[in-house]
């Protein structure tokens, strides 16, 4: 078993990530004390997101809706409980 602070999101439906995105935003996160970090401004399909283990593991809690738990982060986007 591995232990993580931090985990890189990237999906099967975003084919073009440019291969050092994981790396930009995982020092956004790091270097902003972040929950949450994404680039912004990019063509659709290539962004990654990064988020804490901590910031997951509450956003489950918080979840009632399916959608919540299909995309992930849509909830800590869209409230006001997440550093981003």
């Known amino acids: 078993m591995f232990k993580s602070d931090y985990i890189?999101?990237?999906t099967a439906d975003n084919p073009a990530v440019d291969v050092d995105a994981p790396?930009?935003?995982l020092a956004a996160l790091v270097e902003g004390?972040?929950?949450?970090?994404i680039e912004?401004?990019?063509p659709y399909g290539?962004?990654?997101e990064?988020?804490?283990v901590d910031a997951l593991t509450k956003a489950d809690a918080m979840a009632v809706d399916a959608s919540d738990r299909e995309?992930?982060?849509p909830l800590v986007r869209?409230?006001?409980f997440f550093r981003r």
């Open 8 to 10: 890189i999101r990237a």
């Open 23 to 25: 790396g930009r935003v």
């Open 33 to 37: 004390a972040a929950d949450y970090a």
């Open 40 to 42: 912004s401004g990019l």
């Open 46 to 48: 290539s962004a990654v």
């Open 50 to 52: 990064a988020i804490t």
């Open 71 to 73: 995309h992930v982060t």
């Open 78 to 80: 869209r409230t006001g």
